[in-house]
């Protein structure tokens, strides 16, 4: 089984306990439903994750021709986000890449 970003797990048991009617984002609207936003994380996460195994199953790959695939949009000033998101979600899934 894929496994996702530790934080996430780290972060289920006590977000479950807690009584949070609102949460306030730095970058984003307020929001309710806390956990629903940690399970779909949880989710977005495990299918990119499923995505990366797959890519690599059909053959050896580079950081950089993974990033491509992942984010094929995506612009020069993105690369190193879009590099720092392929390198993480790598590691997370306990792939070794070059």
Same mark, same amino acid.
């Given at each position: 089984?894929?496994?996702?970003?530790?934080?996430?797990?780290?972060?289920?048991?006590?977000?479950?306990? /807690?009584?949070?009617?609102?949460?306030?984002?730095?970058?984003?609207?307020?929001?309710?439903?806390?956990?629903? #936003?940690?399970?779909? /994380?949880?989710? &977005?996460?495990?299918?990119?994750?499923?995505?990366?195994?797959?890519?690599?199953?059909?053959?050896?790959?580079?950081?950089?021709?993974?990033?491509?695939?992942?984010?094929?949009?995506?612009?020069?000033?993105?690369? &190193? /986000?879009?590099?720092?998101?392929?390198?993480?979600?790598?590691?997370?899934?306990?792939?070794? #890449?070059?």
């Amino acid at each position: 089984m894929v496994q996702t970003a530790g934080y996430l797990l780290r972060i289920r048991r006590p977000a479950a306990r /807690l009584a949070i009617d609102l949460v306030l984002p730095g970058h984003a609207e307020p929001f309710g439903a806390h956990l629903d #936003v940690i399970e779909s /994380l949880h989710a &977005f996460y495990r299918r990119r994750q499923a995505k990366l195994l797959d890519l690599l199953q059909r053959g050896p790959r580079t950081v950089y021709e993974l990033m491509r695939e992942l984010f094929p949009s995506s612009s020069a000033f993105e690369l &190193f /986000l879009t590099m720092s998101e392929t390198l993480g979600t790598s590691r997370c899934s306990s792939i070794r #890449v070059r």
